[in-house]
């Protein structure tokens, strides 16, 4: 019981691989980028554990979860619950922010509802996500947008003419006809040329059935004024289309604080409750920094069952480098490295022990600094009596190892075998390639080239960064460096956003559907339909599907010729 076995594990390239892990210990797992790592820990430990944990639910739950499929895997043995710490950002909208995704502000709320003054109700009237105590102005959002209708309308053109600037309610789009075919106005009809009313009924209408529609309006559709429309679709959700059409919606819409609430994003009611002077709004702008002496300066006794824990959350955060965040920070905002060490910070403050902690790459994004803060929290977290499964590459996360398991030798088909079990130091002295990796001594290019011309940032003001400006020499490659945080994704983001010629790869999941491959993502597919076209006569932008119904029409006309070979098989 005390190894998890694993027995012929075939998943993705590993080639029946079998393995101890040894269980309350923490084991890093090495080797080449595609060696089959993942595949290992995350495609079969992890999937397991979470499938086998889906089936002790009922049906109707087990519906609601993801769907894992079993493993390539014989058998494994003593195998505890996963909980999996990917790089994942933290994502969520404009509602989601440091102190609700770490649980943090349920404490504060508590503890403005227990020691605030006037006392002006219970827990939940402090979220700002809760109508009971939410800003009604801005909806507990802080920000309110407009809609420039100088931006999304044409007024010197006509309906016909594609008056809607933007592109889902062009005039053959299924949202434009909803406004050609109401039979409401003109559609030749200039729109500087409309009476009010119809500029009224345009814009601003409710949802609501016509009378006596055109043949060619739907039967079962409400007519929805533009304005009420748009804001449904692009502007109360984060939906898909949304993404999809963000530069037109950034470009239609305005955003700015809200007048009601100034940002804070509750009612004034809410927002006269106080502590030593700050209202809930107020404490959540502080920096982590500056919370914890606040914290450490209130003498309630009977608020100290909240003030002890809380003050713990905001230490470890401290800690791990993330004390110049606010708990109002909304989570899209931060970077891979931030959201996986608020993800780790939330573990280690459970009470559960004896699980199996796998955590993907916790290096990714840190400064050098950093990373021994990491280390801390990886090790609190084993030494609480779990077992703590690591894929990585920096050889400061693998020396803290108690176990290290290598796979390789190479990647894809050239790796799926384990190459090495051991320690740190026997690692270092294998003549594996990892080990021989980790042995090499780099030097640096010290050639300088000449700088020519230079990309002029201006007057960058954005999340930590303010009224920065800074020259990047052009041709060159530029390396950002600071901890984490630090404000470097951003001063590019910002600053880079409105240049064309600029490309942002970054750490984002590729989006795509589940007729995407590596081929069509890289532009590559066409030529490949294009040489297959050649050599089978079929058209090119004949389908798999289609080449498969061809295929098999013509196998079973085959079949249907007594002395043909596919029937005699």
């Known amino acids: 019981m005390n190894h998890i076995h694993i027995k012929g594990a075939n998943q993705n390239n590993l080639?029946?691989?079998?393995?101890?892990?040894?269980?309350?210990?923490?084991?890093?797992?090495?080797?080449?980028?595609?060696?089959?790592?993942?595949?290992l820990v995350f495609n079969t430990v992890a999937a397991e554990s979470e499938r086998l944990l889906n089936e002790t639910y009922s049906t109707y739950v087990q519906n609601q979860l993801t769907q894992y499929e079993k493993p390539e895997v014989d058998q494994i043995l003593n195998l505890p619950v996963a909980m999996v710490i990917n790089q994942k950002r933290l994502g969520g909208n404009s509602r989601s922010t440091v102190g609700t995704i770490s649980d943090i502000y349920a404490s504060v709320r508590l503890l403005w509802s227990r020691i605030g003054e006037p006392f002006v109700g219970y827990s939940p009237v402090f979220s700002f996500n809760n109508p009971a105590g939410m800003c009604e102005r801005c909806q507990g959002l802080g920000y309110v947008e407009d809609i420039d209708l100088d931006e999304l309308l044409d007024f010197d053109r006509s309906l016909n003419e594609d008056a809607i600037k933007f592109p889902s309610f062009r005039p053959d789009s299924w949202r434009g006809k909803r406004y050609?075919?109401?039979?409401?106005?003109?559609?030749?009809?200039?729109?500087?040329?409309?009476?009010?009313?119809?500029?009224?009924?345009?814009?601003?209408?409710?949802?609501?059935?016509?009378?006596?529609?055109?043949?060619?309006?739907?039967?079962?559709?409400?007519?929805?004024?533009?304005?009420?429309?748009?804001?449904?679709?692009?502007?109360?959700?984060?939906?898909?289309?949304?993404?999809?059409?963000?530069?037109?919606?950034?470009?239609?819409?305005?955003?700015?604080k809200c007048p009601v609430c100034d940002g804070q994003r509750l009612d004034e009611k809410v927002l006269s409750c106080k502590i030593d002077g700050l209202n809930i709004a107020d404490f959540t702008a502080l920096t982590i920094e500056d919370a914890i002496p606040f914290l450490e300066s209130l003498e309630d006794e009977k608020a100290k069952y909240i003030i002890e824990p809380l003050l713990k959350?905001?230490?470890?955060?401290?800690?791990?480098?993330?004390?110049?965040?606010?708990?109002?920070?909304?989570?899209?905002?931060?970077?891979?490295?931030?959201?996986?060490?608020?993800?780790?910070?939330?573990?280690?403050?459970?009470?559960?022990?004896?699980?199996?902690?796998?955590?993907?790459?916790?290096?990714?994004?840190?400064?050098?600094?950093?990373?021994?803060?990491?280390?801390?929290?990886?090790?609190?977290?084993?030494?609480?009596?779990?077992?703590?499964?690591?894929?990585?590459?920096?050889?400061?996360?693998?020396?803290?190892?108690?176990?290290?398991?290598?796979i390789g030798p190479g990647a894809g088909k050239a790796g799926g075998e384990i190459t090495f079990t051991g320690t740190y130091e026997a690692l270092l002295d294998s003549n594996t390639p990892t080990g021989e990796a980790m042995r090499t001594v780099h030097t640096l290019d010290k050639k300088d080239r000449e700088i020519k011309d230079f990309?002029?940032?201006?007057?960058?003001?954005?999340?930590?960064?303010?009224?920065?400006?800074?020259?990047?020499?052009?041709?060159?490659?530029?390396?950002?460096?600071?901890?984490?945080?630090?404000?470097?994704?951003?001063?590019?983001?910002?600053?880079?956003?409105?240049?064309?010629?600029?490309?942002?790869?970054?750490?984002?999941?590729?989006?795509?559907?589940?007729?995407?491959?590596?081929?069509?993502?890289?532009?590559?597919?066409?030529?490949?339909?294009?040489?297959?076209s050649r050599k089978t006569g079929l058209k090119k932008a004949c389908s798999a599907i289609t080449q498969k119904v061809h295929a098999r029409n013509a196998a079973a006309k085959a079949s249907s010729r007594p002395n043909s070979p596919s029937w005699r098989t």
């Open 455 to 532: 990309i002029h940032l201006k007057n960058i003001t954005r999340n930590n960064l303010e009224n920065i400006s800074v020259d990047i020499p052009a041709g060159m490659m530029t390396v950002f460096t600071g901890v984490a945080g630090s404000g470097k994704s951003t001063l590019l983001k910002e600053g880079l956003k409105s240049r064309k010629e600029v490309i942002f790869i970054d750490q984002k999941s590729i989006q795509a559907s589940n007729r995407s491959n590596l081929l069509t993502y890289m532009d590559v597919f066409d030529d490949i339909r294009t040489f297959f």
């Open 313 to 406: 959350q905001l230490k470890a955060l401290k800690h791990v480098g993330l004390n110049y965040l606010t708990l109002d920070r909304e989570t899209p905002t931060l970077s891979g490295g931030e959201s996986q060490r608020i993800k780790l910070i939330r573990h280690l403050n459970s009470p559960l022990t004896d699980l199996v902690y796998i955590i993907d790459e916790p290096s990714i994004g840190l400064h050098p600094e950093d990373i021994d803060k990491i280390n801390d929290i990886i090790t609190s977290i084993r030494d609480k009596g779990n077992t703590v499964l690591i894929v990585e590459h920096d050889p400061d996360v693998i020396k803290i190892a108690d176990h290290v398991i290598d």
């Open 15 to 39: 080639k029946n691989i079998s393995v101890d892990i040894p269980k309350h210990k923490l084991t890093v797992f090495t080797g080449r980028s595609g060696s089959g790592k993942s595949s």
């Open 180 to 256: 050609l075919y109401s039979g409401l106005f003109d559609n030749d009809k200039k729109l500087k040329d409309y009476t009010e009313e119809e500029m009224e009924t345009f814009l601003y209408t409710k949802p609501r059935r016509l009378k006596n529609p055109p043949e060619n309006w739907p039967r079962t559709a409400k007519f929805e004024g533009l304005i009420h429309r748009f804001r449904r679709s692009f502007l109360l959700n984060d939906n898909f289309e949304k993404k999809r059409f963000f530069s037109d919606v950034e470009r239609v819409v305005t955003s700015r």
